[in-house]
């Protein structure tokens, strides 16, 4: 049973950055890992995704600011997030597809573990 614990969450202002991270347990092997997003009263989206070749596709509204990287290290996924708006505060949850291929931030229902979770906060 894998499991995802995120890291890294917090308060900012605008313009400021945060790198999150992603632990992962009971794993053979890592196919597709993603980043999603909830903010409050909305529904959870997608912000990023990167396959196991290292491909990385990201939400339009993240493109050239937010970076998703990962390794095969304990933590194997991070997402760093830089000057940040206060419509990127949520709740943001890492997430693993346990089959290889093409994937993407609106292919959420595809994936089958998720984290708890954790709380960015962005303010004006």
């Known amino acids: 049973q894998v499991q995802l614990v995120e890291s890294g969450g917090g308060s900012v202002q605008a313009g400021e950055s945060l790198r999150l991270s992603c632990a992962a347990s009971?794993?053979?092997?890592?196919?597709?890992m993603g980043w999603f997003r909830q903010a409050p009263g909305e529904e959870r989206g997608g912000v990023a995704t990167v396959d196991s070749d290292g491909m990385a596709r990201y939400e339009d509204s993240v493109k050239g600011r937010f970076t998703i990287s990962r390794d095969s290290a304990e933590n194997p996924l991070y997402l760093q997030m830089n000057s940040l708006k206060p419509e990127d505060s949520g709740i943001y949850y890492c997430a693993h597809r346990p089959w290889p291929g093409y994937c993407s931030p609106d292919q959420d229902r595809e994936f089958s573990y998720w984290g708890q979770g954790i709380q960015v906060t962005v303010s004006s």
């Open positions: 009971g794993y053979t092997r890592l196919w597709c």
